[in-house]
């Protein structure tokens, strides 16, 4: 038996500038964990391929090139974790298409076991840095974008490695159709407050809550994932906030 490719094999992709980006590493933390099992190996080399969304060397994602015509209705996901909210949103809504990123190579490999398993075309996967991905997509694209349970990075020194910053916040303001949505969820209690404040402060943004059970608890078109279903359990009250683009 031939022995399954190893990490190294499946870098991740990082855009033009992988050092820095607004002056902040794009890419922190680890790129992979236990050895891929071999199935999950040949999901990386066989399938993934098929479902890859790869810019160009300016950084650009041909919409059109990757679905096969310019999507009326596209959606995106910044950190997939296992793909489980991703391939949900892809079932249940087979009228849109959908990209994914993800830099961590098992939850990269796991997300494409769920699409090949539940046989979804309309989905395709990023491997490398989800900012990339939202600054990439043309200009008014997207009509939902999630961020989803980030990485807190709960130490102060590392708070300019959270995703959630005004830049991102920016370029998403960019990809985002005006009347289009921005998911954001996390279970962690300082993280709260910070994507709290730097989200709503965003002028081309406005939170649609009405009342508190608004933000404590999740859209009925809003599966929870393992990860969020283990933070319930452990006691940590999760935060979701749904934000509309507002008009220029």
Same mark, same amino acid.
């Given at each position: 038996?031939?022995?399954?490719?190893?990490?190294?094999?499946?870098?991740?992709?990082?855009?033009?500038?992988?050092?820095? %980006?607004?002056?902040?590493?794009?890419?922190?933390?680890?790129?992979?964990?236990?050895?891929?099992?071999?199935?999950?190996?040949?999901?990386?080399?066989?399938?993934?391929?098929?479902?890859?969304?790869? !810019?160009?060397?300016?950084?650009?994602?041909?919409?059109?090139?990757?679905?096969?015509?310019?999507?009326?209705?596209?959606?995106?996901?910044?950190?997939?974790?296992?793909?489980? =909210?991703?391939?949900?949103?892809?079932?249940?809504?087979?009228?849109?298409?959908?990209?994914?990123?993800?830099?961590?190579?098992?939850?990269?490999?796991?997300?494409?076991? =769920?699409? *090949?398993?539940?046989?979804?075309?309309?989905?395709?996967?990023? =491997?490398?840095?989800? +900012?990339? /991905?939202?600054?990439?997509? !043309?200009?008014?694209?997207?009509?939902?974008?999630?961020?989803? =349970?980030?990485?807190?990075?709960?130490?102060?020194? *590392?708070?300019?490695?959270?995703?959630?910053?005004?830049?991102?916040?920016?370029?998403?303001?960019?990809?985002?159709?005006?009347?289009?949505?921005? %998911?954001?969820?996390t279970d962690h209690a300082d993280y709260q407050p910070w994507m709290a404040r730097i989200a709503l402060a965003h002028p081309?943004?406005?939170?649609?809550?009405?009342?508190?059970?608004?933000? +404590?608890?999740?859209?009925?078109?809003?599966?929870?994932?393992?990860?969020?279903?283990?933070?319930?359990?452990?006691?940590?009250? !999760? /935060?979701?906030?749904?934000?509309?683009?507002?008009?220029?």
């Amino acid at each position: 038996m031939s022995k399954p490719p190893s990490a190294t094999e499946f870098q991740p992709y990082r855009g033009k500038d992988v050092t820095a %980006r607004d002056g902040v590493r794009t890419l922190w933390g680890r790129l992979s964990g236990r050895p891929l099992k071999p199935k999950m190996a040949r999901m990386m080399t066989d399938v993934l391929p098929d479902l890859a969304c790869v !810019p160009d060397a300016d950084g650009r994602v041909d919409l059109a090139a990757l679905f096969g015509k310019e999507p009326e209705r596209l959606w995106l996901e910044v950190g997939i974790g296992a793909g489980e =909210h991703l391939a949900w949103q892809g079932t249940e809504n087979p009228d849109v298409r959908l990209i994914g990123a993800e830099f961590f190579l098992n939850g990269v490999a796991s997300a494409v076991r =769920h699409l *090949h398993d539940q046989n979804l075309s309309n989905v395709r996967i990023l =491997h490398g840095d989800g +900012r990339v /991905l939202v600054e990439g997509v !043309p200009e008014a694209s997207v009509e939902r974008a999630f961020i989803l =349970h980030p990485d807190p990075w709960p130490k102060k020194r *590392h708070w300019e490695r959270r995703i959630i910053q005004p830049s991102m916040m920016d370029a998403l303001a960019r990809a985002i159709r005006p009347g289009g949505e921005l %998911r954001l969820a996390t279970d962690h209690a300082d993280y709260q407050p910070w994507m709290a404040r730097i989200a709503l402060a965003h002028p081309k943004f406005r939170w649609t809550a009405q009342c508190a059970d608004d933000w +404590r608890r999740r859209a009925q078109d809003w599966p929870q994932t393992r990860y969020e279903a283990k933070a319930v359990r452990e006691g940590r009250r !999760p /935060l979701y906030l749904s934000l509309e683009r507002v008009s220029d």
